[in-house]
């Protein structure tokens, strides 16, 4: 392959990095294209040489350096962004409501049923804890920090 369609191929594929890693990346497959040793790529670079090899490899085996096949770390996401609005909604219609009632209330408007946990972690990250604050002589049971 010539290495202006090289060049080219490469930026197509590795948009989602970074300015300095797709820089990198694209150097490391041209250097290697133009017969330089992996031990070399690294000195002129100044990575690491483990780097370079994966990096080759990865390009040799899949035509790209990014792995097709390779899926993001982690659990998906029970509830969307639309589901903790219908929280938000039901902790502000319900202030004194159980934990449990929450999960049918969810299960009812989502139709996802989660752990008592899951929907703990769930408040959470909106910004709901269990704290009480009084306002106006009536107590609420979840506050919403804002």
Known sequence: ??????SIFLKNI???FNQYDAWKIERIILLHND????????NLLYIGETLVKKDIHIYAKWGCVVNPWK???GRKKVFSRSDMNVLRDIVHEHVDYYLDEYIEEMQARTGKRVSVSTLWRSLAYCGITRKKQDNNNYSIHYYIVT
């Open 71 to 73: 899926l993001t770390p």
């Open 35 to 42: 017969g330089y040793s992996k031990r070399q790529i690294a």
């Open 14 to 16: 590795i948009r989602k």
């Open 1 to 6: 392959m010539h290495k202006k369609n090289i």
